[in-house]
């Protein structure tokens, strides 16, 4: 059995477990959400210090110049076009590169720059003239082991005497070779391999060590068991950042359990709402009612781009198919492609190619399309009592409205979901108006 596997001895995630017919496990919706990244996500909240050192006053950097970076990083940071600093690397970079060196707790949503600030660490660490591993990264999985090396070659193009080697599953070192690269990047399982079976690893002379995607990992069985054994060996003095989506009771336990009296920042989550979000039902008898009211919005409505939800698989093949035959250009994000195949479909969606995005829960939730701000459900997200599923309702419309933009959301349902609207209505304090189908002139 191989650990590394991505469907093999994942959790998925609690909540789509409970309403989906299949799971998508953390890892892959983390990787996803890395492919589609091109840009930073703003973020209009505050960075938060939970928890800090008394001894270690912390401030803030608002240029990269203020660090104590050499100047094939900078040249690296110019090249990756990062004009400033982001919210979680202002403050967490100068504590990172700080002497003598800082265990950091770092808590941020993906996007907001957490892995270029631990691989400018990294390179920063790293001694070119010294050849072994001094800098050890851990990731839950092959892929985002391999995505954060992507990100040390492109940041440390100038660092040219900087070598990164990768402890992950098929990639064989003879027994007994001596590693000469500075940096190593690997999954638990494979890297505990090469420390305690291979000894081709020396753990005591690592200075740098770095837990990626916390979260994940002790999500997936045994990765955190395996980081723990990992982390036992290095010595005393190596510096720990330990990197997080989210910091809910378990990671914070095990990360304290690597950090002992850590310096905690967090960058504060956004919240969802529906308070700048216009929304609207509209009441069909059937499918092909349905399809017509959405036609009848598309043609004298939808200017930009939207997304449509569907809550089956099945549905929105339908809805797509029948779409496309209309002339509609339309891309659907369905399960059963693989994570570089929906992230390329994102992709594709946020550059304009396609107007329509077709989505079903399951590829939807965690991603993030910033531009999007017209939603369309077609019927509306139902848990498995039939009852309305206000959480994905919230993240389904919730994201047309972010950073400040206005967005507007309809609900195409058949008559006998009425009730659910109403209860939306009144779970959130909200005001759902209702229009004709068949005509949009009410529309304001
Ligand atoms: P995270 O690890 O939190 O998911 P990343 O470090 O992968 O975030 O950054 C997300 C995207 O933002 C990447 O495309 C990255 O190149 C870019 N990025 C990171 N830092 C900056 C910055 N300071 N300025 C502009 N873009 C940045």
């Known amino acids: 059995r191989d650990p590394f596997q991505p469907h093999d001895s994942v959790t998925p995630c609690l909540l789509l477990t409970e309403l989906l017919p ?48 050499k100047k094939e990083l900078l040249q690296g940071v110019y090249m990756m076009g990062f004009n400033r600093p982001s919210k979680i690397q202002e403050q967490a970079l100068p504590l990172m590169l700080a002497y003598p060196p800082q265990n950091l707790i770092a808590q941020s949503q993906s996007g907001t720059g957490k892995t270029a600030a631990f691989v400018l660490a990294m390179l920063s660490r790293a001694s070119a003239s010294e050849k072994y591993p001094q800098c050890l990264c851990l990731a839950p999985t092959y892929e985002l082991a391999l995505q954060i090396g992507q990100v040390v070659r492109t940041i440390g193009k100038f660092c040219t005497d900087i070598k990164v080697n990768y402890a992950v599953r098929g990639n064989r070192v003879l027994k007994g070779t001596a590693l000469e690269e ?28 770095v837990l990626d995607e916390a979260d994940i990992m002790i999500d997936m069985q045994g990765l955190s068991c395996q980081s723990i054994r990992i982390h036992r060996a290095l010595p005393k003095s190596c510096q720990v950042l330990l990197f997080s989506a989210t910091y809910k009771e378990p990671v914070r336990a095990f990360a304290e359990r690597i950090i002992p009296d850590p310096i905690v920042i967090k960058l504060r989550e956004e919240e969802l709402t529906l308070s700048n979000i216009r929304q609207y039902f509209m009441v069909c008898q059937g499918l092909d009612e349905q399809y017509r009211a959405l036609c009848n919005l598309y043609g004298s409505f939808i200017i930009g781009q939207v997304m449509i939800f569907c809550q089956t698989r099945r549905l929105a093949v339908w809805l797509a198919g029948k779409m496309s035959q209309d002339g509609h250009q339309v891309a659907i994000l369905t399960a059963e492609l693989t994570v570089v195949q929906r992230a390329s479909v994102i992709q594709r969606f946020r550059e304009g190619k396609e107007k329509v995005l077709i989505a079903t829960n399951v590829c939807a939730r965690g991603i ?23 959480e994905t309702y919230l993240h389904r419309i919730g994201r047309a409205g972010r950073f400040g933009h206005r967005g507007i959301a309809f609900s195409v349902v058949q008559r006998d979901t009425v009730p659910l609207v109403h209860r939306i209505e009144e779970y959130f304090q909200t005001t759902i108006k209702q229009l004709d189908p068949y005509d949009m002139d009410e529309l304001e």
């Open 182 to 209: 500075q940096i190593i990047i690997g999954t638990p399982g494979t890297t505990l391999d090469w420390c305690f079976k291979q000894r081709i690893l020396d753990l005591a002379k690592i200075s740098l060590f």
């Open 22 to 69: 299949f799971p998508v496990p953390l890892a892959e919706l983390s990787l996803m959400n890395k492919l589609i990244h091109t840009s930073l996500v703003e973020s209009q909240q505050h960075v938060e210090i939970l928890q800090r050192d008394p001894n270690s006053p912390l401030f803030s950097v608002k240029t990269f110049e203020e660090l104590p970076l």
């Open 368 to 390: 993030d399309v910033q531009q999007v701000t017209t939603v369309v459900n077609f019927g509306l997200p139902v848990d498995l009592d039939g009852g309305p599923d206000f």
